[in-house]
């Protein structure tokens, strides 16, 4: 199975290092020295890491035959692509990768179904999971324990509990005067407010 590890950015230097966005929690696994990536377009790789540093904050990666600056740049925008055995888990069994998520069925606690998980968005702060609902539309779900209390992938499912009007703002109720419309929005924002500033160790992981 390909999953997505990396997106090249700016050349870095004179020597061929380029910026690299980090597309997984296991880059010094996935981004290594030695690590072999296919890449979309295809014809860019595939591309084997040479060397890695963190530069600023950043990775900075350098592949194998890529000498200069004019090369680095020609690989600008590239997407790196790692090949992943299926059955592979990561070693926390509270962390999950991408390829186990995509596809579960999304339920509320009594069973009701909300849709289905078809992506994971990684964002600095936390990550997004993108619900497809029966009819159509799409909600993002702040992937937090506090929010999505399981995941059961025996069951193929993803259980959540989100706050009102998360998923439907139809659900939102008037409250002291308040249009539902409004109340709805309020609560969408508090409910991401509270997940951006949920601690780092309440945050479920994916790869």
Same mark, same amino acid.
């Given at each position: 199975?390909?999953?997505?590890?990396?997106?090249?950015?700016?050349?870095?230097?004179?020597?061929?290092?380029?910026?690299?966005?980090?597309?997984?929690?296991?880059?010094?696994?996935?981004?290594?020295?030695?690590?072999?990536?296919?890449?979309?377009?295809?014809?860019?790789?595939?591309?084997?890491?040479?060397?890695?540093?963190?530069?600023?904050?950043?990775?900075?990666?350098?592949?194998?035959?890529?000498?200069?600056?004019?090369?680095?740049?020609?690989?600008r925008g590239?997407?790196?692509?790692?090949?992943?055995?299926?059955?592979?888990?990561?070693?926390?069994?509270?962390?999950?990768?991408?390829?186990?998520?995509?596809?579960?069925?999304v339920v509320?606690? $009594? !069973? *009701?179904?909300?849709?289905?998980?078809?992506?994971?968005?990684?964002? #600095?702060?936390? +990550? %997004?999971?993108?619900? =497809?609902?029966? $009819? !159509? *539309?799409?909600?993002?779900?702040?992937?937090?324990?506090?929010?999505? #209390?399981?995941? +059961? %992938?025996?069951?193929? =499912?993803?259980?959540?509990?989100?706050?009102?009007?998360?998923?439907?703002?139809?659900?939102?109720?008037?409250?002291?005067?308040?249009?539902?419309?409004?109340?709805?929005?309020?609560?969408?924002?508090?409910?991401?407010?509270?997940?951006?500033?949920?601690?780092?160790?309440?945050?479920?992981?994916?790869?």
């Open positions: 199975m390909q999953l997505v590890v990396g997106k090249i950015g700016r050349a870095h230097g004179i020597k061929g290092d380029v910026s690299v966005e980090v597309r997984t929690d296991e880059p010094e696994l996935r981004l290594g020295p030695g690590a072999v990536l296919f890449t979309d377009p295809a014809s860019a790789g595939p591309l084997t890491v040479e060397s890695g540093k963190v530069h600023s904050g950043r990775l900075l990666l350098r592949f194998a035959g890529v000498k200069d600056r004019n090369a680095a740049e020609e690989l590239t997407i790196l692509i790692a090949e992943v055995d299926p059955e592979e888990r990561p070693d926390d069994p509270e962390e999950y990768y991408d390829h186990q998520l995509i596809g579960l069925d509320l606690l $009594d !069973g *009701t179904l909300v849709g289905e998980l078809t992506e994971v968005v990684h964002l #600095p702060y936390q +990550d %997004l999971l993108t619900v =497809r609902k029966p $009819d !159509g *539309t799409e909600a993002l779900v702040p992937f937090v324990s506090r929010i999505v #209390p399981t995941i +059961d %992938l025996e069951n193929q =499912r993803a259980v959540i509990d989100p706050p009102v009007g998360l998923i439907d703002l139809g659900q939102a109720e008037v409250a002291g005067g308040v249009a539902a419309g409004d109340k709805a929005g309020d609560d969408v924002a508090d409910g991401a407010d509270a997940a951006a500033g949920t601690d780092a160790g309440d945050a479920e992981e994916s790869r």
